[in-house]
Each structure stands twice: as structure tokens, then as C-alpha cells.
């Protein structure tokens, strides 16, 4: 199993926030990574719209 970094990014989670809250970490999944954070923010309704980034080299690519 293959671990990368991941970029979640939670849109429209905090009105202070106006992009959104974005967490970066290590899975072997976008859907693990997406899993993750979600966990860290229980309260956060997936409906509101999730994105997900692969970070290859410090550049953000857009996850399968």
C-alpha cells in the first residue's frame, strides 16, 4: 500500500473562512484521506461539498 500526501478541503465549513478548511495529510486514499479528516471534524456535513488534492512535489494535483 502506497502512502501520499493528501489536501482535504472542507468548503464552506466556517463563514470566518471564506475558502474553507483545508488539512493536509498522509494517506493511501483519497477516500481514506477524506475518512481522516472527517474524524477530526465530526460536525462537518459532507453535503456542504468536500475536495480532495494529491501533493506531488508541493504542487496540487486534482485526485482521481
Known amino acids: 500500500m502506497k502512502i501520499e500526501l ?3 478541503k472542507l468548503v464552506k465549513a466556517w463563514s470566518h473562512e471564506k ?3 483545508s488539512f493536509c495529510l498522509p494517506s ?3 477516500e ?3 475518512e481522516a479528516v472527517l474524524n ?3 460536525y462537518y456535513n459532507p453535503d456542504w ?3 480532495v ?3 506531488v ?3 496540487r494535483l486534482k485526485a482521481a
Do not use: L, Q, R
Request: aromatic fraction near 4%.
Open 6 to 8: 493528501y489536501e482535504v
Open 19 to 21: 475558502g474553507g478548511k
Open 28 to 30: 493511501s486514499s483519497p
Open 32 to 34: 481514506a484521506a477524506i
Open 40 to 42: 477530526i471534524e465530526p
Open 49 to 51: 461539498g468536500i475536495t
Open 53 to 55: 488534492c494529491k501533493i
Open 57 to 59: 512535489n508541493g504542487k
